[in-house]
């Protein structure tokens, strides 16, 4: 963080499985310690740690610390038993995109409130091994660049105006 400080920008550190910020429960403990910190919001890795959806009330205070100090939306949408799903647009995946877009929602009113000028949003779903494949074919269950320009547009409808 010293170093950060001394060339005057704002650094945001990616919420990621295998890292400090792997799970809701220890990104909170760093955040409530080190009050400047900021991260980029990939809870697609928390909904895999938790293997869980994160609807539950205990996840609702440990997200509202995450939310409010989210400075970057990583797009991606993820659930209980790995990062990505396999195709966000359609049957139960969407359902898991509309509770991540819950959250991303939450974000984006967040830093209108305090006046932030810029919030980045990246929509990102990799190929595989991220992208779940058909076993027998190796094909993807959905084309990875469809997806991210249908969550690219999710945004510019819904949040037209906000972002």
């Known amino acids: ?22 799970a809701p429960w220890t990104t909170v403990r760093y955040l409530e310690a080190l009050p400047d910190l900021s991260i980029c919001g990939d809870f697609s890795h928390f909904t895999t740690v938790a293997e869980r959806d994160l609807s539950e009330p205990e996840y609702a205070e440990l997200l509202d610390v995450c939310i409010e100090r989210t400075r970057h939306i990583h797009a991606r949408v993820g659930y209980a038993h790995g990062p990505q799903v396999p195709d966000a647009r359609v049957g139960e995946w969407l359902t898991c995109t509309e509770r991540f877009e819950g959250w991303w929602g939450r974000i984006i009113e967040h830093q209108r409130s305090q006046g932030r000028p810029w919030l980045t949003i990246n929509p990102e779903f990799g190929p ?20 991210c320009l249908w969550i690219a547009g999710r945004f510019r409808e819904r949040w037209a105006g906000r972002l």
């Not at 963080?1 to 704002?10: L, R």
């Not at 991220?130 to 094909?139: I, L, V, W």
Request: aromatic share 12%.
């Open 1 to 22: 963080m010293e170093a950060v400080q001394e060339v005057e920008c704002e650094a945001i550190y990616e919420t990621h499985r295998k890292r400090a910020f792997y």
């Open 128 to 147: 595989p091994p991220y992208q779940p494949f058909d076993p027998k074919t190796g094909e993807p269950l959905a084309d990875v660049s469809e997806t």
